[in-house]
């Protein structure tokens, strides 16, 4: 049995999961999903913008006891059901490295997870999965946002999308462990694969042909010719 709480309102829900450390609640598979956040925290330190009661707001705990070096293994498994659940409900989207759900050019869910380590094992990991379902003004992003409404033009009930969402999520971390499985589903899915692209590092800006991602999570762009590697923290992708 899943362990699934519901709330109206938290500050984040991963941070709700986390302050349960210490609780019988406090195990694998534990999943909170909330109407709101009052602290959506996002990747790099943003915050999550999320209208009240309109999007998919969820968490789950997973205790993968994973090597930290395999680490993106998570992070894949997640975008893969992210992408499998929006193909469910009609919509053809990719994954924009390391963990940007895209319609088209724009953002339409995005994925922090947090992990807590210790001796080079990932002990805990918090899946935080924001997705832009039913609300259709957003603030000026890069990329920009969209919605299952503004892509279609109708409401999606909340519910459904839950519950195919925490179904492909399970369906797929049944699967982490079974050796390279999903890894070629997520190069086949990979935003700009094999285009040139506009980066932008802390020096310079530059353009370079993405070819894959390394099994750390680091991602592999062609520069003139030579295959270079890169975290999510050197470079960003220019639209
Ligand atoms: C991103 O910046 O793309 C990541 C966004 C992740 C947002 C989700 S919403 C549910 C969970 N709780 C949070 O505070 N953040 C994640």
Known sequence: MQNILRFPKVSSTNDYIFSLKGDELFKHGL?????????????????????KGKNLIMSM??????LV????????????????????????????WPNDIMIGQKKVGGILI??????????????????????????????????????KE??????????IVLSM???????????GKDKDDYLNLLFKKDQNVRFKSKSKIFNGVIRGVESSGLLLVE?????????????????
């Open 31 to 51: 999943v909170v999903f909330a109407d709101y956040q009052t602290n959506g925290r996002g990747q790099r330190g943003n915050y999550w913008e999320s209208e």
């Open 61 to 66: 705990l997973i205790e993968p006891r994973l």
């Open 69 to 96: 070096k395999s680490q993106f293994d998570i992070n894949k498994i997640v975008c893969l059901a992210i992408v499998e659940s929006l193909s469910s409900l009609g919509f053809d989207s990719k994954i924009k």
């Open 114 to 151: 947090q992990n807590m380590i210790s001796n080079n094992i990932i002990l805990f990991s918090v899946i935080g999965i924001g997705l832009n379902v039913n609300q259709s003004v957003f603030n000026k992003y890069s990329p920009k946002a969209t919605s299952f409404i503004l892509e």
């Open 154 to 163: 109708q409401e999606f009930n909340l519910l459904d999308i839950q519950q």
């Open 169 to 179: 999520l399970n369906k797929r971390l049944k699967m982490l462990f079974s050796e």
């Open 223 to 239: 520069v003139e010719g030579v295959i270079k590697q890169y975290n999510s923290k050197e470079i960003k992708m220019l639209f």
